[in-house]
């Protein structure tokens, strides 16, 4: 498909073959989503290596919400206000991803320590988990 200001085409292929006459493109290169947590954090290269320390810090966010979001709309918040909460618990974990985001661009250039992406993640969560939870007694 072909689109721009000059020219509109679309092309369909009712059998398509693609063929590659050099063997040595034939290699094909994962990305860090076609491994596991695992190999990731046993991988030599170091995107790859960070990029797993994230997936086990993404476990840890995913089950701080879950616990969170039961406690909050089961047992503390009323039927009423429950869409506040929702709104305040997703800005919360939008600025924890971005900030999360961050510290991974960090770790990728060198800049960060491994072990200062996880004390700043671990206290980034337990602020969040006490906000949302001194938010929901305060109202």
């Given at each position: 498909?072909?689109?721009?200001?000059?020219?509109?085409?679309?092309?369909?292929?009712?059998?398509?073959?693609?063929?590659?006459?050099?063997?040595?493109?034939?290699?094909?290169?994962?990305?860090?989503?076609?491994?596991?947590?695992?190999?990731?954090?046993?991988?030599?290269?170091?995107?790859?290596?960070?990029?797993?320390?994230?997936?086990?810090?993404?476990?840890?966010?995913?089950?701080?919400?879950?616990?969170?979001?039961?406690?909050?709309?089961?047992?503390?918040?009323?039927?009423?206000?429950?869409?506040k909460y929702y709104l305040i618990i997703f800005i919360c974990i939008l600025l924890l991803q971005l900030i999360n985001s961050y510290m991974v661009f960090l770790l990728n250039n060198e800049n960060l320590n491994l072990y200062f992406y996880y004390i700043f993640n671990i206290i980034s969560?337990?602020?969040?988990?006490?906000?949302?939870?001194?938010?929901?007694?305060?109202?």
């Amino acid at each position: 498909m072909i689109l721009n200001e000059s020219e509109k085409s679309k092309t369909i292929f009712d059998k398509f073959i693609y063929s590659i006459e050099n063997n040595e493109i034939e290699i094909l290169m994962f990305d860090k989503e076609h491994f596991n947590t695992l190999q990731l954090l046993y991988s030599d290269d170091k995107e790859f290596y960070y990029h797993g320390h994230n997936r086990i810090y993404q476990y840890f966010l995913v089950l701080v919400i879950l616990i969170i979001s039961l406690k909050v709309f089961f047992i503390f918040a009323s039927k009423k206000n429950i869409f506040k909460y929702y709104l305040i618990i997703f800005i919360c974990i939008l600025l924890l991803q971005l900030i999360n985001s961050y510290m991974v661009f960090l770790l990728n250039n060198e800049n960060l320590n491994l072990y200062f992406y996880y004390i700043f993640n671990i206290i980034s969560l337990s602020f969040f988990s006490y906000f949302i939870i001194r938010f929901n007694e305060n109202s």
